[in-house]
């Protein structure tokens, strides 16, 4: 499978933007897909991720109820929605996709692909 991350921008604090993760593959839905970021000068760290149905995710804590995450199977798809942006959300967002349905696993070196990153920079 190949994943395309689209849809990063320039947004002010407090504003939302919704980042899409196009899958190459039918069998996206055997994939968990999760959300991961880097911001300058920092590790790159997990975000959100969604199971093979996509009934069940997970999140970092500080985005807990800010961002959701969802997908379409049928249509290969995930869509973070981000909302109420803070500047240090400025970031690289990557999405990836991992083989099973470990949706809890936070460890980026589970997943096995990764789309290029979009960027995502809020204003203050």
């Known amino acids: 499978v190949q994943l395309q991350a689209s849809g990063g921008g320039l947004v002010e604090a407090g504003g939302s933007l919704s980042l899409s993760c196009a899958a190459s593959r039918r069998t996206f839905s055997g994939y968990v897909v999760g959300w991961f970021r880097q911001a300058a000068g920092k590790e790159r760290e997990f975000v959100a991720a969604?199971?093979?149905?996509?009934?069940?995710?997970n999140y970092k804590d500080s985005v807990k109820g800010r961002f959701t995450i969802s997908r379409d199977n049928a249509k290969n798809t995930v869509t973070l929605r981000m909302n109420t942006l803070t500047p240090e959300d400025t970031a690289v967002y990557y999405c990836a996709a991992m083989r099973g349905n470990s949706w809890w696993q936070t460890d980026l070196s589970r997943y096995d692909v990764w789309g290029q990153g979009t960027l995502v920079t809020v204003s203050s």
């Open positions: 969604i199971s093979n149905g996509g009934g069940s995710t």
